[in-house]
């Protein structure tokens, strides 16, 4: 069998204050006007719980006489709890196995080079030289300009000076290899 509840939102019905439903509240629960005014603080409430829907209802009208507009729901019932599983076993730990043992004929040591500016890392040597030296130049002409258009500041002869410093180590190293 279904149970319900009573629900008051905190809706009066018409032709009645809410003053005169809370005197009347008070009266039809048989308790103090200051407990409705806290009732009225916590909306919405459950006036009544677990009756059938005959009753239900039957509450629904007295409280309309009262001046207090109630939702009748149906309430909730054989809520099961969550059923907890058991977790799996976790993974067993990743272990690492080389497929080959490292040997002494397989370590070839690095060969020291005589020129501390060539890095067999750079590809075509001194190219990103080239480019870092264009890249400042073209830094100072978007901060303010360059000596190269003219009426040049201190900021533009440091930008233009190091790209060049840096265009000209490219190309050495381009020459050199």
Avoid at 10 to 36: P, Q, Y
Avoid at 106 to 133: A, F, V
Wanted: hydrophobic share 40%.
């Amino acid at each position: 069998m279904n149970q319900y509840q009573l629900v008051f939102n905190g809706t009066v019905a018409d032709g009645h204050n809410v003053n005169e439903v809370k005197r009347n509240l008070a009266s039809l629960f048989k308790i103090d006007e200051t407990k409705i005014e806290q009732l009225f603080t916590s909306l919405p409430i459950v006036v009544k719980r677990n009756v059938d829907y005959d009753g239900a209802l039957k509450a629904q009208r007295v409280l309309r006489k009262a001046g207090a507009i109630c939702q009748v729901e149906e309430a909730i019932q054989n809520i099961q709890p969550p059923v907890m599983e058991k977790a799996a076993a976790p993974p067993p730990p990743l272990t690492y196995k080389p497929e080959f043992a490292a040997t002494e004929v397989d370590y070839i040591p690095p060969t020291e080079s005589t020129n501390s500016l060539d890095s067999p890392k750079e590809g075509i040597k001194g190219l990103g030289d080239i480019i870092s030296g264009v890249v400042l130049i073209g830094i100072g002409f978007v901060v303010g300009g360059s000596v190269f258009m003219g009426d040049a500041t201190w900021l533009d002869y440091c930008f233009d000076g190091l790209g060049v410093f840096w265009i000209g180590m490219g190309i050495y190293k381009m020459a050199r290899s």
